[in-house]
């Protein structure tokens, strides 16, 4: 999710802390259980700073290691030993509780999205994406966002967070169905289908499909439940050859083929060199797949540059390509 959501959902956990009579009648520990739910919320997205360092570290471990089994152990370790240290220590447990539950439901939230996490880390480094809610869906927010004013001024606020997480995951479930039917109308459609990729858009009646059979990648939009091709990719094995052998031990190459599992591939020539160009097909704008992995290489199989992430132009494209090492 979003970080405005995970703020949103800091409250409505603080919320809950109140059904015990012990913090409801303790301001203080209300107000410093209601901060650990909300930097509990936020903990597991600290890897963003990796931003500041490449592309290919933050698409290699963003929602990757921060998300994992012992990062959930780590940050609820450290948070409740830090809460504890300027309150009373004898509400431990309390903070221990709450700030488990603040990271947990951060990591298990991040599952619903197209993006998903390496939540089994260490045990697997497979990335799970349920493909049911989008980033940001503004009516998960807006569930939460109704409960912060309860949680700020103390009125019912535990009452209302429960009944908020119940409407929660009955829409939880009812997005799980949507899923199902998106997938029942694509095989209706491609009865030879292997893989359906579904990514939920911010409209909760439209998705952005990749179905792959044996021989094609279709990429298309649902929309109301009409199922709507807009290209068709022959599957083809990357060549073996130079090129690709030195392609895939690029870090940015490594990053994005742990992230992408459906891509296509193109190999460009020109006068002094070529590229090789990975292509995300989950990601889609009306004329552009601006998801990619691109490197450079001279004709001694040299690479001279290459670049992963989010582009939306060719010519911003070769200016990061110019920019990179």
Known sequence: MDTGTHLVMGFTLGGLATLSPIVLHDPHLTNSLLLTTI?????????????????????????????????????????SAIMTLFNNREHFGLYLFW?????????????????GTQALRPFSKRWIAFGI??????????????????VIFHFR???????????????????YRQKQIVIQTVTKKLPDVKRVYVSPSIKYTHYHIVASTDSHHYVGKIKKRIFKIHDVFKRIPLPVIEDVKAAFKDENVKSFLAFSPVYIWELIGH???????LIDLRYRTET???????????????????????????KKLQKKLKAEP
């Open 39 to 79: 930097i509990g919320s936020q903990l597991p997205d600290s890897d963003t700073i990796l931003k500041l360092r490449n592309n290919a570290k933050y698409l290699k471990h963003h929602r990757g290691i921060t998300h994992s089994i012992p990062a959930v152990i780590l940050w609820t370790l450290s948070l």
């Open 99 to 115: 700030s488990f539950l603040a990271v947990s439901v951060h990591v298990f939230v991040d599952l619903f999205n197209a993006y």
């Open 133 to 150: 809610i989008n980033t940001f869906d503004p009516i998960i927010f807006a569930i939460h966002l109704v409960g912060v004013p309860f």
């Open 157 to 175: 606020a535990g009452p209302i967070c429960v009944m908020l997480y119940f409407i929660m995951i009955f829409y939880y479930a009812f997005r």
């Open 271 to 277: 006068d002094d060199h070529k590229e090789l160009r």
């Open 288 to 314: 552009y797949y601006p998801f990619v992995a691109v490197v450079k290489f001279d004709y001694e199989h040299n690479i001279i540059s290459s670049f992963t992430g989010w582009i939306f132009s060719e």
